[in-house]
Structures are given as C-alpha cells and as structure tokens.
C-alpha cells in the first residue's frame, strides 16, 4: 500500500526503520549493511526496497 509506511535509513545502528504513517509510531528495524544512509523503491508497489 503506497503512502502506508515511511522508511528511514539508521547509519549509526545498521537498520532501516519502518514508520506507519497513520499513527507515526515504528513497526520495524529491519537489520542492514554497514552504514546504511540512504534507501530506495525500486517498484511501483513499494514492495521492493533497497
């Protein structure tokens, strides 16, 4: 669902958060690489993220 979810990329904790957008709270940290600073869609659904 586009415009659902918010993600933020974490540098310092190696995550990407997930943010419902209806109530700003966080759903999820997902784990990632080393310094992640930036994210991208890479599909129309927004089911792919990198």
């Known amino acids: ?3 659902k979810f918010a993600y933020v990329a ?3 904790s190696n995550t990407v958060s997930v943010i419902d957008t ?6 999820d940290n997902i784990g990632v690489g080393i ?4 994210i991208a869609i890479a599909n129309v659904s927004g089911s792919i993220l990198y």
């Open 35 to 38: 310094k992640a600073f930036q």
């Open 1 to 3: 669902m586009i415009g």
């Open 22 to 27: 209806s109530s700003n709270a966080v759903v």
């Open 10 to 12: 974490n540098s310092d």
